[in-house]
C-alpha cells in the first residue's frame, strides 16, 4: 500500500499533454479515480468510437467535446492532434474499451507526439490480455502477446507454428466465430498443451474454460457469442511431444511429395522438436522396411 509520499507528482495543469486513458472491457465500475480525472480536466477527447466515448461520459456527467480518432483517420487526425497538443490542449485518448493502442489505434499520435517532444501520459487500467493471463492458471513470467491470429487456416497453422518453440504463454485475441476452428488447429498442432478460453471477463457471463485445446473445443460447443482472449502454454521444458504421434503427418507430408528434409524442417518449426530428431523418423516411417534374409 503506498504512503500519502508515494503519490506521483500530479502533472502540470498547464502545457499540452496526451494522457492514454484505459476504460472497462465489461464492468462499467472499472474505471479508475484517475481516468475519471483526466477526463474531466482534459480539453478535448479523442475516441475510436464517439458514441462509445460519448455514453461513457454521460455516465459519469462528463461534458467535454469529442473527436473521432479510428484506423481509417489516424494519421491526419494525429497530426491534429499534436498540433493541438503543441498549443497547449490535454488531449485524453480512449477507446472503445479497455487500453489504448492494445488491438486498437493510438500508436500513430504517440509516435508524433515522441517525435515532437510532447509528453505522453499513460494511465494503467483494464486490458483483457492482462486480465485472462493472470486468471488462466498458466505460467505468466514469460507471455507473447500476439493479437488476433489470421482467419484462414493455413496461415493460422503457419503464424502458430513460427511461434511453437517459444516457451512463454501465447495470448491471442479471438474472435468467437472463429474460436472453435482455431482450437481445432491448436488441438491438431500441440494436442498435450493446455489452454485457457477467458470469455466475456468482468461480464456477467464470464467464463474460463481450461484443459487442452480439444477439451476446450468440447466444453465450448457450438457457442459463438462474446469476447474472448486465447491462453495456450508456451511449448514444455525438454521435448514433450511424442515423436511417433507425428508420423501421420509425416506420411501425408511425404505423400504430397516433400522431401525428408523439407518434412522435418516444417514439424521443426510447428512443434518446436529438434530438427535432426524429426528428420531420423522421417527416415524410419518414409523408408520401406527392408526383408528379412
Ligand atoms: N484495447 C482492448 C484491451 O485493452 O483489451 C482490446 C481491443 S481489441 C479490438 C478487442 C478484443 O479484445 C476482443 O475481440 C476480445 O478478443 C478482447 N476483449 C475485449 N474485451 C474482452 C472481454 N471483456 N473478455 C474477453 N475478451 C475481451
Avoid at 487526425?77 to 490535454?90: C, D
Avoid at 502477446?145 to 511461434?163: M, N, Q, T, V
Wanted: net charge negative; glycine share 8%.
Amino acid at each position: 500500500m503506498p504512503s500519502p509520499d508515494d503519490r506521483p507528482p500530479r502533472l502540470p495543469v498547464t502545457g499540452g499533454i496526451l494522457h492514454l486513458v484505459p476504460t472497462p472491457i465489461g464492468n462499467p465500475e472499472d474505471i479508475t479515480l484517475r481516468a475519471l480525472r483526466i477526463l474531466r480536466e482534459a480539453d478535448v477527447v479523442a475516441a475510436e468510437d464517439t458514441r462509445v466515448a460519448a455514453q461513457l461520459l454521460r455516465a459519469h456527467d462528463l461534458h467535454k467535446p469529442l473527436v473521432s480518432y479510428h484506423d481509417h483517420n489516424e494519421v491526419a487526425r494525429a497530426t491534429e492532434l499534436v498540433e493541438r497538443i503543441r498549443g497547449g490542449a490535454r488531449v485524453a485518448l480512449v477507446s472503445d474499451a479497455g487500453t489504448p493502442l492494445v488491438n486498437d489505434p493510438g500508436w500513430r499520435v504517440v509516435r508524433a507526439c515522441i517525435d515532437a517532444g510532447l509528453p505522453i501520459d499513460v494511465l494503467p487500467g483494464p486490458c483483457a490480455a492482462v486480465v485472462a493471463l493472470a486468471g488462466a492458471g498458466l505460467a505468466v513470467d514469460r507471455f507473447y502477446y500476439g493479437g488476433f491470429l489470421p482467419r484462414d487456416e493455413g496461415p493460422r497453422r503457419e503464424a502458430l507454428a513460427e511461434i511453437a518453440a517459444l516457451r512463454a504463454t501465447l495470448v491471442f485475441y479471438e474472435s468467437p466465430v472463429r474460436l472453435g476452428d482455431t482450437l481445432d488447429t491448436v488441438a491438431a498442432l500441440w494436442p498435450a498443451r493446455q489452454v485457457c478460453v477467458a470469455r466475456n471477463l468482468t461480464k456477467s457471463f464470464e467464463q474460463w474454460i481450461r484443459g487442452t485445446a480439444a477439451e476446450a473445443r468440447a466444453t465450448l460447443g457450438e457457442e459463438t457469442r462474446g469476447e474472448v482472449v486465447l491462453l495456450i502454454a508456451g511449448a514444455p521444458e525438454g521435448a514433450t511431444v511424442e515423436v511417433s504421434s507425428l508420423d501421420g503427418d509425416i506420411l501425408r507430408m511425404a505423400g504430397e511429395g516433400l522431401g525428408a528434409k523439407d518434412i522435418a524442417t516444417q514439424l521443426a518449426a510447428a512443434t518446436g522438436l529438434p530438427r535432426r530428431e524429426l528428420y531420423q523418423r522421417v527416415l524410419a516411417v518414409t523408408r520401406p522396411a527392408q526383408p528379412r534374409r
